[in-house]
């Protein structure tokens, strides 16, 4: 028993005097912790809130009836919270009216903000389809091929496809078209009824 008193006097001792020697150290490394955390806890707690006052812009906007309002919601939510997937989603949105009004110039300037400010890949991929699927209806060929190509997002791969099937059938290069189709068609086949569809245009270059 006397042992164990023994060393759990010069355990203390130790403790101690570890604390004596490295005190300014010990106050400083506390602080810088203490700064880091509730700056680490401020941060986050900013992008939650910044992430629910964008989703409820975003959600004002598909519930919204005149166009204006659209505009003035999605503009709001581009300058505020650009960084943000609502924001490129809300471009996307704004972007089919513009293109299903046929105000091709300013759906072209929607559907472009979103791919270069989309902060996915798979929303980007839909604002270059989108892009290119716009371009393509104007005879833009070359833009919209190049929209096409600027799709990565592998869950676009059939759309992706199936859009330079179409632009290289447009162009005459058949070959070309029959090689984009196939791989559309492997991609929904089994899954998706666009299959059939992209089969109708494979079947259709093989019989020229």
């Known amino acids: 028993m006397a042992l164990d008193l023994n060393e759990d006097k010069d355990l203390n001792e130790k403790v101690s005097d570890f604390f004596s020697k490295n005190k300014k150290n010990i106050i ?7 700064v880091f955390y509730f700056a680490s806890t401020f941060y986050i707690s900013q992008g939650e809130k910044k992430y629910f006052l964008a989703s409820d812009l975003y959600q004002k906007i598909q519930l919204a009836k005149e166009i204006t309002d659209v505009e003035g919601l999605a503009n709001e939510l581009k300058e505020k919270y650009a960084n943000t997937a609502y924001a ?4 996307i949105y704004l972007g ?4 299903k009004n046929k105000d091709f110039s300013k759906a072209k300037e929607s559907y472009k903000w979103a791919a270069d400010n989309a902060p996915e890949t ?6 270059n389809y989108q892009l290119g699927v716009m371009l393509f209806s104007q005879k833009e060929f070359d833009n ?7 799709i990565k997002d592998n869950g676009f791969i059939g759309l992706k496809n199936n859009l330079l099937g179409d632009l290289f059938s447009s162009l005459g290069k058949l070959e070309d ?3 984009s189709y196939q791989t ?3 991609f929904y086949k089994d ?3 666009l299959a059939k569809v992209v089969k109708i245009k494979i079947d259709s270059i093989s019989q020229n």
């Open 191 to 193: 899954k998706n009824d």
């Open 177 to 179: 078209a029959r090689k």
């Open 28 to 34: 400083l490394y506390s602080i810088i912790f203490l």
């Open 122 to 127: 798979s929303i980007g991929s839909l604002a």
């Open 184 to 186: 559309a068609y492997e």
């Open 144 to 150: 919209a091929m190049h929209a096409a190509n600027s």
């Open 96 to 99: 089919n009216i513009y293109f």
């Open 88 to 91: 490129s989603r809300a471009s």
